[in-house]
């Protein structure tokens, strides 16, 4: 059971993890509330996880127990990256100083760009 309602990509991180190892990928996925959108997102993911509320819990980890996925998700690695643009990917946020070192010319960088 995860909770999606504190660090929902903490609990999408430990999802997909258990999901990619062969020895843990069996194991029922339950998530349990979390923001409509990351929701979403993970869903996505892991289509074959289960989604509740609190209030539903009981009944959630009983049918996640009774039928755990036959063939489960597995997410790639960077699945949950791919709609990211890369400065995001990369940790870079407006107002940052990127320096490169060992960068090609500034010649050189224009032509491999251009063609």
């Keep these: 059971m995860i909770d999606l309602s504190r660090l929902p990509s903490h609990g999408r991180a430990i999802a997909t993890m258990l999901r990619q190892r062969k020895a843990t990928r069996s ?7 979390g923001d409509p959108e990351k929701v979403a997102r993970i869903r996505e993911t892991l289509p074959d996880a289960v989604y509740a509320r609190w209030r539903n819990i009981r009944s959630a980890l009983r049918a996640a127990i009774e039928h755990p996925p036959r063939e489960p998700a597995v997410p790639g690695t960077m699945d949950a990256y791919s709609a990211s643009p890369l400065p995001k990917k990369l940790g870079i946020k407006p107002g940052s100083v990127v320096l490169l070192l060992g960068a090609p010319p500034a010649s050189k960088l224009s032509s491999d760009l251009a063609g």
């Design 27 to 33: 194991i029922p996925i339950v998530f349990v509330e």
